[in-house]
């Protein structure tokens, strides 16, 4: 059966749900367990204290996010009602068509409600990692999980309106899918399943096909492990047109992660049996130092250096300082979500230091 997380690999490598049959997941890398506490920080806000300041405010910021999507779909006038919110279902939700479960997922966020006389439900999907993800319109996931959760009948929602909250940047806007919307897109599902069945199906490597796909870099898809064809067979830079030196950065991205993802799997070996790879071993990390409390750190050093020096050497902690600023604005000016963040935002401007990234490479959508 399909995840609903990997339609958008299915639908462009349809030989890919063939050839991760078989394949363990991969172990959970650093950025793939900050991106679980975030989840976990969204659905149990009174776990803060136990996470790092920098994931309990990246949920601040997206549960915020939320509730002004929230408020957006369902705002506090006549005609509309939020009824349930369903945020920590055990039981997936399934995609069913012809008799058969061919979808599976589990929706991060479900506001069920009434517009003008219609029950419907919005679906949101927190996006807590770094890279781009597909617009909600384009958003095969997303599609997924409004059609399931359009046909749970115990919910009994006739239309659905689906949308992402990322991790940066901001939210999209909601895609609605009508009453007459909704069965076409699981005649769409239901398309790229059959696909996807087909043992034979092509294996065609690509940047979105690839990046979280478990037979990447094994014997199950011998593309990954071999370079392709056309960067050896390639006439030489200079000589390439703007569509040919688009086809190169395309080729070298794939092939850049399909090296990752090999690294990855070789340190796992090694990890678990020291002779594994002949001629490499694990050496551990570097060991870095913090001082969390100043008071006790000021107690040492005071006698080194002037209170002035001592102020230079301090970084304000954000977290602490933005969330007593909340308070003091929900407490006295009832100001929340969105408007607060934005009020932080301009209270600190005089004394925030804005600093520019490096320019990056970044395909076209």
Not at 80 to 93: C, H, K, N, S
Not at 154 to 178: D, M
Request: charge should be negative; include cysteine.
């Amino acid at each position: 059966m399909i995840r609903a997380s990997n339609i958008h690999r299915d639908r462009n490598c349809s030989g890919a749900a063939a050839a991760c049959e078989g394949v363990p997941e991969p172990v959970a890398q650093v950025w793939t367990g900050e991106g679980t506490i975030v989840h976990d920080l969204l659905k149990h806000p009174e776990k803060a204290s136990e996470a790092e300041d920098h994931l309990v405010e990246i949920a601040d910021q997206m549960q915020g996010c939320a509730d002004w999507i929230v408020d957006k779909i369902f705002p506090e006038q006549e005609g509309y009602e939020r009824l349930e919110l369903i945020r920590d279902r055990e039981e997936p939700f399934f995609v069913e068509y012809e008799g058969r479960k061919i979808i599976s997922g589990h929706p991060d966020f479900i506001q069920i409600g009434v517009i003008l006389g219609k029950r419907v439900a919005l679906i949101l999907d927190f996006k807590s990692g770094y890279l781009e993800v597909p617009a909600p319109e384009m958003n095969d996931q997303l599609r997924a999980y409004a059609v399931m959760v359009w046909q749970d009948e115990s919910l009994a929602v006739e239309e659905v309106y689906v949308s992402i909250v990322p991790r940066f940047g901001k939210s999209p806007v909601p895609v609605h899918y009508t009453a007459d919307e909704l069965p076409l897109a699981l005649l769409d599902l239901a398309d790229v399943d059959a696909a996807s069945r087909d043992k034979k199906a092509v294996r065609t490597p690509s940047v979105g096909a690839c990046r979280y796909c478990r037979a990447r870099a094994t014997s199950k898809c011998p593309e990954t492990l071999n370079i392709d064809p056309r960067l050896i067979t390639m006439n030489s830079l200079i000589d390439l047109s703007p569509e040919k030196k688009g086809e190169l950065l395309d080729l070298a991205e794939i092939a850049t992660g399909n090296i990752k993802k090999l690294k990855e799997r070789l340190k796992e070996e090694i990890a678990s049996d020291p002779n594994a790879v002949e001629g490499w071993h694990m050496v551990p990390g570097d060991v870095r130092g913090s001082i969390p409390n100043v008071d006790a750190c000021y107690q040492i050093v005071s006698d080194f250096m002037t209170m002035e020096e001592w102020q230079s050497c301090l970084k304000i902690a954000q977290k602490p300082l933005k969330d007593a600023i909340k308070d003091f604005l929900g407490a006295t000016e009832n100001i929340k979500g969105k408007a607060a963040a934005q009020r932080i935002k301009e209270i600190l401007a005089p004394v925030t230091v804005l600093k520019q990234g490096e320019d990056r490479l970044e395909k076209k959508s």
